[in-house]
């Protein structure tokens, strides 16, 4: 299973064909979403497009360690906010404490940047410290119009489909 963590970024639009096109692919996707993501989209989109309920909040079941340790948690849109959080341990929603339980259980995480230019070279040193830890890869983000811009999602299908089989490999 796929925890796809859809973060408050105009891509989070995208993230609905690309659970559609994870499950196209036979993979089960669960998704958590943060609030300003919630304020893009209605999780009800994204309850239609993995076929399951939606984790919006921290309700005392304990969802950050439930969904854990499952074969890839991908972060796509990935947001300065949250790339940044991760990259300090910060744990004060559900997405970032999710990623930090997670990266205890040492489930591999994706993250996929998408924001201004400007915001993405500004925390280049989060970035470069996550992968110098090797807690996390990223997928570069396509470059265009001043902005790091979604990558195509058959990309992004392609580099989590090869992630969980190298996993499973091990």
Known sequence: MIILCVTGSI???ESIKLARELRRNGVEVKCFMSDSACEIIHP????????????????????HVKYSQEDLILVAPATANTISKFAYKI????????????????????FVP??????YRAIKENIDKIKNEGSASFIKPRMDEGKAKFPSKEDIVLESLRTINLNKAD
Do not use: C, R, W, Y
């Open 11 to 13: 891509a989070a639009t």
């Open 44 to 63: 009800n989109a994204m309850e239609f497009a993995t076929g399951q309920e939606v984790v919006t909040k921290l309700t005392g079941k304990i969802e």
């Open 91 to 110: 744990a004060d929603n559900p997405i970032s404490t999710l990623l930090i339980t997670a990266q205890g259980h040492n489930t591999p995480i994706i």
């Open 114 to 119: 998408s924001m201004h230019d400007s915001m």
